[in-house]
């Protein structure tokens, strides 16, 4: 039998960095390898959909702030 799996714990900050360097695309290996072991896909899927919405929010506000 093989021992049970603990669980990842990944915290919002943690989470939100490894997002916010992916939207980059730069990333230290020993860093991706610590989040692999940290943070869960449903956590990355999340904080992706989270920083797009920002993202887009801001550029939305940015264009009717000028205009």
């Known amino acids: ?3 049970p799996q603990e669980p990842r714990k990944g915290g919002r900050l ?3 960095r ?3 360097w992916a939207l980059l695309g ?3 290996g020993s860093d ?3 989040d692999v072991e940290s943070i869960t ?3 990355v899927v999340v904080g992706g959909l ?5 993202l887009v929010a801001g ?3 940015i264009v009717n702030w000028i205009v």
């Open 1 to 3: 039998m093989t021992a």
């Open 14 to 16: 943690r989470t939100a």
């Open 18 to 20: 490894a997002v916010g």
């Open 26 to 28: 730069v990333r230290k």
């Open 32 to 34: 991706y390898q610590k």
């Open 41 to 43: 896909p449903l956590q």
């Open 50 to 54: 989270v920083a797009v919405v920002l």
């Open 59 to 61: 550029l939305i506000l």
